[in-house]
């Protein structure tokens, strides 16, 4: 693989995890995680209007990744069982491009459910601005809610990515972030009942 990099001269090389040494980010105070993305106000308006008056709470979903990531087995969640512990009451909006057939078969059954066409991540960005929340594994659309700063619940395997740390509920990446953890291995309906109880206390719904 190193023979494929490119050979153009460098003045310098940095290991990524040596980066926050390197640029005097010691502690996580030091991180300031403020957005750093913001997104297209002209797309933001064109899903304004897709999106049409506001009547519910809107909560976007990305419920898996890419199927060739070496780990997706364990980020990704089974769309039967997202929907299974979704409370009625909010308005959903579907977050990912790509999907298995199986969970686009069940999702044609689900109209519930918000399916936009969406083109690039500018689009993702302008309609995740328009939501009231991201509900997401660990993929890019969790990533770029977290980069505009939009109200985030990542829910994550027992055993995260590193970046994620372990034990806590918030994260120096991102501001306004709440982790949610599988308490055992492979536990998605344990996570998914807490967030869909979090979920009527925060939007104050019945049950």
């Known amino acids: 693989m190193l023979d494929q990099l490119p050979t153009t001269p460098l003045d310098l090389a940095v290991p990524l995890l040596s980066l926050p040494h390197r640029l005097g980010l010691l502690q996580e105070s030091d991180l300031h995680a403020e957005p750093y993305l913001s997104a297209d106000p002209n797309r933001q308006a064109y899903w304004q209007a897709w999106l049409g008056p506001r009547q519910r709470p809107r909560i976007g979903l990305a419920w898996s990744g890419n199927p060739k990531h ?65 509900i997401s594994v660990d993929t890019c659309v969790a990533h770029l809610a977290g980069a505009l700063g939009c109200p985030l619940w990542l829910v994550l395997p027992q055993n995260p990515d590193w970046r994620w740390l372990l034990a806590r509920e918030d994260s120096p990446w991102y501001e306004q972030i709440r982790l949610w953890r599988q308490p055992s291995h492979g536990d998605w309906p344990a996570v998914m009942t807490a967030a869909g109880r979090a979920l009527r206390h925060v939007f104050r719904l019945p049950g």
């Open 70 to 134: 070496r780990n997706d087995h364990e980020r990704s969640l089974p769309l039967a069982e997202l929907l299974r512990l979704l409370p009625e009451g909010l308005e959903y909006v579907v977050l990912q491009k790509e999907m298995l057939e199986e969970d686009a078969a069940l999702l044609a059954q689900t109209p519930a459910l918000r399916r936009p066409a969406l083109g690039d991540f500018a689009d993702s960005a302008a309609l995740c601005s328009q939501l009231d929340l991201v």
